[in-house]
């Protein structure tokens, strides 16, 4: 029986959410584009989560695009009254699979109203602005003007609460002189700890955290130390890798995503996994160590 309910709860955008959730990103086909082979199979993994007490997904129009959030509404609306949906705008894809930014206006506006759209819902729960000034990673660049046109998107009542992806600690600075900022969406896991300042700094504002590629994206995380706690405490070194970055600090909400139930379940059995100290500490070297990916 799995209870995600160990892992504890925070506040994310006024509604008490599970920290551990489920992205959407997979469901997609290869590439996170064009729909998934196995539509049925798709659907399935939604309602099992919902049914193993997941209220926090993560998803994007641009995922497929327009498939994951067409695949949302048709396996859960009418939705459970204490699911939160967040999204993210910001970017549209190429007929080549490409990722390009979208930052205008006009492509936010569009962005949102997709999303509305595909969810089936006449206002979204979150949007999170993905920042494009480096399609790898954070960069500087001022995200003023693409930030206030989402403002004023939540204005209008088309959005409840706004969070960033990809972005820098000067440009969440930027951000809250604009508009409540209730999360940051950006890349961390046990190798990948360019945000352990940022993290805490969020945690003191009550600010969550949402790592992506939590379990390393598309190339899952493989670092010896980790294979040799997982081995020890008769756990898969992915969930030992989530129950560390649970462990980690209590704004940190996970959004593991996976196209198969049966992995579905073995990263939500990892609220229950606890972790000795020397277990903690043996990881938490990993990062600062630099191993490979």
């Not at 999303?115 to 790898?136: A, K």
């Not at 995503?257 to 990881?283: K, M, Q």
Request: aromatic fraction near 6%; hydrophobic fraction near 45%; charged fraction near 20%.
């Amino acid at each position: 029986m799995i209870d995600i309910s160990k892992a504890g709860t925070f506040t994310l955008g006024g509604h008490t959410v599970k920290r551990l959730g489920y992205g959407a990103m997979q469901l997609a086909g290869p590439g996170v584009f064009g729909p998934p082979k196995d539509r049925d199979g798709a659907l399935a993994v939604l309602r099992n989560a919902i049914a193993t007490g997941v209220n926090h997904i993560d998803t994007s129009d641009f995922y497929g695009p327009h498939i994951t959030n067409q695949l949302i509404r048709e396996a859960l609306h009418p939705y459970p009254e204490d699911l939160v949906i967040v999204t993210k705008i910001g970017a549209r894809r190429g007929e080549d699979a490409s990722w390009n930014p979208a930052f205008s206006a006009e492509d936010l506006t569009r962005a949102v109203h997709d999303n509305l759209r595909n969810l089936g819902v006449d206002v979204l729960d979150i949007v999170n602005l993905r920042v494009m000034f480096d399609v790898h990673g954070p960069a500087e660049g001022s995200i003023e003007a693409p930030l206030t046109a989402l403002a004023e998107l939540q204005r209008q009542g088309l959005v409840r609460h706004i969070g960033l992806s990809n972005v820098t600690a000067k440009q969440i600075a930027e951000g809250r002189g604009i508009t409540d900022i209730v999360c940051v969406q950006n890349q961390y896991n046990l190798v990948h700890r360019d945000d352990d300042s940022l993290i805490d700094d969020l945690a003191a504002a009550g600010t969550a955290y949402v790592p992506f590629f939590p379990l390393g994206g598309f190339t899952p995380l493989q670092v010896s130390e980790l294979s040799d706690v997982a081995r020890r405490l008769r756990a898969t070194p992915m969930q030992v890798a989530i129950a560390w970055l649970l462990r980690r600090s209590a704004n940190i909400l996970l959004i593991p995503g996976t196209s198969s139930i049966e992995h579905l379940h073995e990263n939500l059995a990892s609220a229950a996994l606890e972790l000795p100290e020397d277990a903690i500490t043996a990881l938490g070297r990993i990062g600062v160590k630099g191993a490979p990916v």
